[in-house]
Each structure stands twice: as structure tokens, then as C-alpha cells.
């Protein structure tokens, strides 16, 4: 069985990774800073949707890059100098040489400043400062109503509220924040255009997409809403998509196999 593998594997129904491991992606560097020629290095959960964009962008682009598995559950101590050194102790974080970043949208934009030219971004500056825009929104308001208001308190210990009938209020008040968000994608977005800024995906997209499959694990569907339903399945058929997302999918089995024993 190879590395990867067995750390998917180790990917229990909490959700986390119960190893440190390294996985390694080799190809032609094609930044345009030209400064460090070692590997990036990214410092990952790989079931959590900020780091599964940024790694998405990394293989998009062809820029080489080493994986860093983060597991949290096991001290401090054992964290990767790198990390217990950052005062946040959060992930995803990308290290090129003396620069550190962290939070993805900031991540992704150094990436496109310094290696692809805003590539993934769209064609024109309209473009681009939609997609930033929504990078930011799905960073926050998005992820906040998907994840942690709606679906984490359900499945990870460490969100979920003290008392039950709190914990049940919070998740119902996710599930209306999630409906409005659908509806404006629905109805604003994806109205009159394939992709969130136009007819061309852009990696707005794929982070938009990569937060909303966290509902999923509650076994929600999108059938209400028939354009983000087939935007989803256009975004979902890029390249590298599936390697990517490979921990979320086996996640979805662990829960569908506990499902058939409850």
C-alpha cells in the first residue's frame, strides 16, 4: 500500500489525520520571481477545504511543491517546527524560502504574483478582482455558514456547543445561512453565466465549490437548486479535482458505512 494511501486511510470519522507524513510533487518551476528553486512547501489537513484549494492551484500550475500533513490532535510538541514557530498555529501555510503566508486567499494570490500571472484568475481586471473578491467571501462568510455553522458542529467534536439544544439551534441557523447562499448563486451568479465571473471557471470557482461539498457529510443535495446542481459538476470535472478531494470522498464512505450499522 503506498503513502498515500495509508494516510487516507488513517483519516478517521472526526475528520483528522493521525500521522505526519510528507508527499512530494515534482516538475518545472515556471515562477516569475525566479528566487527560490526548492519546492514550496504546504503545511495541510488535507480534509480541510482553505488547504485542498490551495494544493488544487499548486498542481493546476505545475509548481512544485512538498505536502506537510498537519495533525493537531497530538500536541503542540509535534507539530512541524515550521508551524510551532507561526504564532497562529493554523493551516493551510505555504512556505517559499523567507516567505511565510498563510490564510488561502492570501496564499493564492502570492501564488499568482509570483508564479502564474494571475493565471486561474480570468482574462481581464474585472475579472480578476471578482474572483479576489469571492476568494475572500468563500474564505469567510461562506465557509463560516457551510462548515461551522452548519456541518461541523454535527461531525467534529471541537465545534460543537456545550449544550445539545444550543448545538441543534446553531446547525438549524447554518442550514438557513447555506439556503441564502445557494439562492445567490443561483439566482446572481449562475443566472446567466456558466462559471461564477463569466463563461471561463476560474479558481473562484473551484474554492466556492471545494466549501459547498463540505455539505455533503449531512448528506444534503442541491436538487433545489438546478444551476449550482450542474455548475457543481462542470467544476468537479477538472483535472486533478479527484486527487485533490480524495479525503473528502473517503470521509463520505466512512460516513455512509457508519450510517448502514446506526
Known amino acids: 500500500m503506498s503513502d498515500e494511501e495509508n494516510i487516507e486511510k488513517e ?4 475528520g483528522k ?3 505526519h507524513s510528507t508527499a512530494v510533487f515534482s516538475g518545472k518551476m515556471n515562477g516569475l520571481n525566479g528566487v527560490h528553486r526548492r519546492p514550496l512547501e504546504l503545511y495541510l489537513i488535507r480534509i480541510n477545504p482553505a488547504c485542498r484549494i490551495v494544493w488544487f492551484y499548486l498542481l493546476q500550475h505545475n509548481i512544485p511543491h512538498i505536502l506537510i500533513d498537519v495533525d493537531f490532535s497530538k500536541g503542540e510538541s509535534n507539530l512541524p517546527e515550521s ?4 504564532p497562529h498555529r493554523e493551516v493551510p501555510v505555504l512556505i517559499d524560502g523567507e516567505f511565510v ?16 500571472d ?8 474585472q475579472n480578476r478582482l471578482l474572483t479576489e473578491s469571492l476568494l475572500s467571501w468563500a ?8 462548515g461551522h455553522n452548519y456541518i461541523y458542529p454535527q461531525f467534529l467534536e471541537q465545534y460543537a456547543l456545550p449544550s445539545e439544544t444550543a448545538n441543534e439551534a446553531l446547525v438549524e441557523y447554518g442550514l438557513k445561512l447555506l439556503s441564502r447562499q445557494l439562492e445567490i448563486l443561483e439566482k446572481k451568479y449562475l443566472e446567466k453565466s456558466q462559471f461564477l465571473t463569466g463563461n471561463r471557471i476560474t479558481v473562484a470557482d473551484s474554492f466556492v465549490a471545494t466549501i459547498l461539498l463540505q455539505a455533503e457529510w449531512s448528506g444534503t443535495k442541491f436538487t433545489m437548486w438546478p444551476r449550482v446542481e450542474k455548475w ?3 467544476v468537479k470535472n477538472q483535472v486533478h479535482w479527484d486527487t485533490v478531494h480524495l479525503s473528502h470522498t473517503m470521509y463520505l464512505k466512512e460516513l455512509e458505512r457508519c450510517a448502514l450499522f446506526d
Do not use: W
Open 101 to 116: 503566508i498563510f490564510e488561502a486567499p492570501a496564499i493564492l494570490t502570492y501564488l499568482a504574483t509570483n508564479y502564474t
Open 232 to 234: 457543481l459538476s462542470r
Open 17 to 19: 489525520f493521525r500521522r
Open 118 to 125: 494571475y493565471g486561474g484568475y480570468g482574462l481581464t481586471l
Open 83 to 86: 508551524l510551532r514557530k507561526h
Open 11 to 14: 483519516a478517521k470519522y472526526h
Open 139 to 146: 474564505n469567510a462568510e461562506l465557509h463560516r455558514a457551510v
